[in-house]
């Protein structure tokens, strides 16, 4: 098992997809599937800008075992309402600075879940919200 | 594993001084300092010429068939690319230039991209056909194709599987001939290169059994005897306006000359080796979102800037820019379809369009399962962060990073690291004899020669 650590910033939108990039790197050198490291860059990525996007910043654990990937993204609040609708297609209260940004097209969270096999969505209001997903690389 | 590539990049041993100049400007990293010369690994190089473009001593030889190899054929014909007549100086006019081709021994010439008017069209249909991934990777490079394969194997589906303009002019011109009544194995079609790479796709092309092409000769050799002939005054008889190129055709090798043929696709021309590499990172981050085609090429200016073309990169590219408006300018007065011989034969080359599976081989993997690969890994990091991080070369890799992935691909000894001696020797744990020893193994004797180097050091002292 090996474990990686990574902070997010919230709203430092220029650095987004660097925790993805790396954990890409280190699938690809594990000689990972592909295809299975499309998907979880894919979901990371999506994982990493709902934090700066949309909340006060967070902390990423990524767990790479012989069989498949677990990561947890965790962030210190506001924490969403109501999950059931932040996770429908096109729901998205993103403000009109992020949507400039070309994001805010309320994709994000069912793309996660499209790309991922374990997906797990927890939210407390005033707390945090806790994303946890799990890709396997063999099917 | 124990496969063989074929390259035609070589390092002559006899010239190389081990200066570690093409180590440093690898794009896949596959050069490595031993015994004081550089050493390619085989299954990294792309042919991209990234080392040949830095080399102070010209060890870097690319190779080509021996000119006399077009005799063997008794109708032989050249394909020269269109920038080949941006060469030359400004008064000498297109006409001479292909003339000099055929009066250096060719019974017949054509212009490489006299197929780009067909391909674009297929290149369009290529686009609609929903199985093929987004964003679609021109092919066109095989430089690119190379490092996909080694170093992007997630973007393997995207290259697009469709052969060059080079292909199918050379189908073109074996099959009129073969129509007008030649004996098939008395044509020779000859390539006249820009590159290392287009050498390589075609003495081992990818997702193809055998190219149609018989011989490569290098564009600055050939340049050289049309050059000659040209001076001694070519034979200007032959009207060959027939196979003029389009606007289009014309640019095809130059950045946008792809992405120019499709205002309505969303694409994007990149070329250099270093900016293709960068983009490639963030296509596999999923960062980039809405391109639908990506034209890349490894030479900067595109094939203007080929390793093998004798010309400025820039003056080539404003004499073809030139060449293609004036081209234009004359087919529309005209009214003549250009390349309208080879559309006659759009069948034919639609069936033979195809090029087969691209496999993936990547040189970034530490092993085929995860649990090997995953112990290395923790061992290259813990390596790597011990060391400085100065990337300095001396342990004869590129980068601290490099060097500790080659440690633990048992390439590598950690005292090759000029920092790790120097702090062993204060250690006693090695002497100053071993460590000069380890020295000589990268860089070779005579640069620790100490007699010879007492000898320099004498007046400065
Ligand atoms: N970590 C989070 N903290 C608070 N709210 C969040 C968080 N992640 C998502 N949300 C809420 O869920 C909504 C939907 O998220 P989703 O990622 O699907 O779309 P988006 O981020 O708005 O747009 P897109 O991802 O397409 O750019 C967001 O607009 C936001 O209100
Ligand atoms: S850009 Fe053109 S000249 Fe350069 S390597 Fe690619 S095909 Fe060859
Ligand atoms: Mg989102």
């Known amino acids: 098992m090996m474990e990686f650590n990574f902070k997010i910033e919230s709203g430092d939108f220029t650095n987004a997809g660097s925790i993805s990039s790396s954990v890409k790197r280190a699938l690809k050198q594990l000689n990972v599937d592909g295809s299975v490291i499309k998907r979880t860059v894919v979901a990371l990525y999506e994982s990493e800008v709902n934090v700066v996007a949309h909340s006060h910043g967070g902390e990423v654990v990524v767990n790479i075992f012989d069989d498949c990937i677990k990561i947890n993204i965790t962030d210190s609040g506001p924490g969403i309402p109501d999950i059931e609708k932040a996770m429908t297609q096109g729901f998205s209260t993103a403000s009109p600075e992020v949507r400039e940004m070309g994001f805010g097209a309320g994709m994000g969270l069912p793309n996660i879940k499209n790309n991922t096999d374990d997906f797990d969505l927890k939210s407390e209001m005033g707390v945090g919200t806790v994303l946890k997903f799990v890709n396997y690389f063999k099917a | 594993m124990g496969t063989t590539y074929y390259h035609a990049l070589t390092f002559r041993d006899d010239i190389c001084i081990g200066c570690s100049h093409c180590m440093m400007v ?8 031993k015994d004081g010369k550089a050493q390619m690994m085989d299954d ?19 190779e080509q068939d021996d000119f006399s190899c077009i005799e063997k054929f008794e109708h032989k014909v050249a394909l020269v690319p269109a920038l080949f007549t941006g060469q030359f100086p400004n008064n000498i006019t ?134 000659k002939a040209i001076k001694s005054g070519v034979s200007k008889d032959r009207d060959d306006f027939h196979k003029a190129l389009s606007k289009n055709a014309i640019n095809w090798s130059l950045t946008g000359g792809e992405t120019n043929n499709f205002p309505n696709v969303r694409s994007l021309a990149i070329d250099g080796i270093n900016n293709v590499v960068e983009f490639l990172e963030l296509l596999e981050d999923d960062e980039i979102e809405g391109v639908e085609f990506l034209e890349m090429r490894a030479c900067d200016e595109g094939c203007a800037g080929g390793i093998l073309c004798p010309g400025n990169r820039f003056l080539t590219v404003e004499k073809l820019k030139n060449r293609a408006d004036f081209c234009q300018k004359k087919i529309e007065n005209t009214g003549k379809t250009p390349a309208k011989k080879l559309r006659s034969y759009d069948d034919y080359l639609i069936q033979n369009a195809g ?97 010879s180097l007492r000898e320099e050091l004498k007046d400065i002292i």
């Open chain 2, 94 to 227: 297109r006409d001479e230039i292909l003339q000099s081709i055929y009066d250096i021994g060719f019974d017949d010439v054509y212009e490489i991209e006299y197929s780009v008017d067909f391909l674009s069209e297929q290149y369009l249909e290529y686009f609609k056909d929903e199985d093929h991934e987004k964003p679609f990777i021109s092919t066109f490079c095989p430089a690119v194709i190379r490092l996909i394969q080694v170093k992007f194997p997630t973007l393997i589906h995207n290259l697009m599987r469709i052969k060059a303009p080079l292909d199918f002019t050379a189908m073109y011109a074996k099959k009129s001939l073969i129509d007008k009544g030649l004996d098939a194995d008395s044509i020779g079609v000859f390539y006249i290169s820009p590159c290392a790479a287009k050498f390589v796709a075609i003495k081992s092309p990818i997702g193809e059994e055998k190219s149609v092409i018989d011989g490569v000769l290098n564009m600055n050799f050939v340049f050289n005897k049309s050059f």
């Open chain 2, 355 to 451: 090029v087969g599976k691209i496999n993936a081989r990547s040189i970034v993997k530490l092993a085929d399962e995860v649990a090997e690969a995953m112990s290395k890994m923790k061992r290259m990091f813990e390596i790597n962060g011990a060391l400085p991080q100065v990337d300095c070369g001396i342990c004869g890799a590129p980068s601290c990073q490099s060097f500790a992935e080659d440690i633990v691909r048992n390439k590598a000894d950690i005292v090759q690291c000029i920092f790790v001696q120097k702090i062993l020797e204060q250690n006693e744990k090695i002497d100053s004899k071993k460590s000069v020893e380890v020295m000589k193994s990268i860089w070779g004797d005579k640069k620790l020669d100490k007699n």
């Open chain 2, 26 to 33: 690898c794009p896949t990293e596959a050069i490595r300092v």
């Open chain 2, 44 to 62: 990294h190089c792309i042919d991209c010429g990234a080392c040949y473009k830095v080399c102070p001593v010209g060890a870097i030889v690319v």
